[in-house]
């Protein structure tokens, strides 16, 4: 079955970073669209970034452009986020998501805090 398994979140201050990474199996990889989303405690879910399944094309939310990275390694089977530059606003729990005939698929999320 499919599974998205998100690792690398944790407490950073602000102006710090970290790097996201989300381990599909299950799924083609390589010829999926893979995105991060994100949750903020009391608010709604948001699209942090995509990615196309080549890794040539890219999108971000204008709250993180500049700052945030989205990658992937088609080998590895494997999509990343590296956040630069956090800030307390940044804080949320981050979900990897992907879409596969049809069905939307989620991680479990990983907990991501910015705080002094």
């Known amino acids: 079955q499919v599974q998205l398994v998100e690792s690398g979140g944790g407490l950073v201050q602000p102006g710090g970073s970290l790097r996201l990474s989300c381990a599909a199996s299950?799924?083609?990889?390589?010829?999926?669209?893979m995105r991060w989303y994100r949750q903020a405690a009391g608010k709604e879910r948001e699209l942090v970034a995509d990615i196309s399944s080549t890794g040539g094309r890219t999108n971000y939310a204008d709250s993180v452009k500049g700052r945030f990275t989205i990658s992937r390694d088609n080998a590895k089977n494997t999509v990343y986020l590296q956040m630069d530059s956090l800030k307390p606003e940044d804080t949320a729990v981050y979900y990897c998501?992907?879409?596969?005939?049809?069905?939307?698929?989620w991680g479990q999320g990983t907990q991501v805090t910015v705080s002094s």
């Open positions: 299950g799924i083609t990889f390589s010829t999926n669209f």
């Open positions: 998501h992907t879409i596969v005939s049809y069905f939307n698929y």
